[in-house]
C-alpha cells in the first residue's frame, strides 16, 4: 500500500501518523509538504492532527485552501483513500470533502484524554477490520471538536451507514451531535474522525485499538 502524509505548518501528529504506518503497512509514506502542488501516485493520502497555521481563523480553515489541497481534492474525487485525523478532520469539513463542522467544545476547554469509541460501520476500506458495536480506547486531544450538521444532514448520515464511530455513552468529550466521532463521505472513501488512532497503535501507549485501522487499509487497498 503506497501512502502519503501531508505536513502543514504546525502539524504535530504527522510523525506518529508515519509510523503506525510503517509499521503496520513496512512501507514508508511519503511526507508531503503543504506548498507541495501534486501528492504522488499512491493509494491513502493521511492529514494529520495538529494545529494547522496556529489554528487561526477557524480550525482547518487555511490549511483547507493550502496548495496541496487542490489535488488532495482531486484524487479524493478519482476515488483515493483519504483519513482525516483531528485537524485533519477540521480540514476535510473545511474543504467541503465531509459534511458538518467542528466547533468549540462544549465545555470550551481543551479535552486530552482517552475515549471509549463503538465501532458503527464495519463496511468500509477503513473499519473492515473491526465489528459492528465493537469498544475501543482511543486518544483525544483538541479544543474544536464538536461535530454539528443540521438534522436533515445528520440524518442521511445514519441512514446511509456513513457514521463510522460514534463516542460511547456517557464519554462524549466534546458534545458533538447524536455522539459522533467520525463520519465517511458518499463515496466512502472519506473518512474524518477526531480521536487519534494512529496513537493507539503500540502497547507502550496503553492501546492497540487503532491498528485495526491501518490494518483494515492494507486489506482493502493492497
Not at 476515488?79 to 462544549?106: D, K, S, W, Y
Not at 461535530?147 to 466534546?174: H, M, T
Request: net charge negative.
Amino acid at each position: 500500500m503506497k501512502s502519503a502524509v501531508i505536513v502543514f505548518p504546525a502539524s504535530n501528529c504527522d510523525r506518529d501518523a508515519h509510523d503506525a504506518i510503517l509499521h503496520v503497512t513496512g512501507t514508508k509514506p511519503h511526507m508531503v509538504w503543504h506548498g507541495d502542488s501534486e501528492v504522488p501516485d499512491v493509494d491513502l493520502i493521511v492529514l494529520p492532527g495538529g494545529f494547522s497555521y496556529g489554528d487561526y481563523l477557524r480550525c482547518g480553515a487555511m490549511a483547507a485552501h493550502s496548495h496541496i489541497m487542490g489535488d488532495v481534492r482531486r484524487k479524493a474525487e478519482q476515488g483515493v483513500a483519504v483519513l482525516g485525523i483531528c485537524n485533519g478532520f477540521q480540514t476535510l469539513t473545511e474543504a467541503h470533502l465531509l459534511p458538518g463542522a467542528l466547533m468549540r467544545n462544549a465545555g470550551l476547554k481543551f479535552v486530552c484524554r482517552e475515549v471509549e469509541l463503538v465501532v458503527d460501520e464495519s463496511q468500509s476500506a477503513f473499519t473492515r477490520k473491526y465489528s459492528r458495536g465493537e469498544r475501543l480506547r482511543f486518544p483525544v486531544a483538541h479544543g474544536e471538536g464538536n461535530f454539528f450538521a443540521s438534522d436533515d444532514v445528520l440524518d442521511r448520515l445514519e441512514g446511509e451507514g456513513r457514521v463510522a464511530f460514534r463516542y460511547g455513552e456517557g464519554d462524549n468529550p466534546n458534545g458533538s451531535a447524536r455522539n459522533i466521532a467520525g463520519i465517511l463521505n458518499e463515496k466512502r472513501n472519506v473518512l474524518g474522525l477526531m480521536p487519534h488512532p494512529e496513537r493507539a497503535c503500540d502497547p507502550l501507549l496503553g492501546s492497540v485499538s487503532g491498528r485495526a485501522m491501518f490494518q483494515s487499509l492494507l486489506e482493502s487497498l493492497s
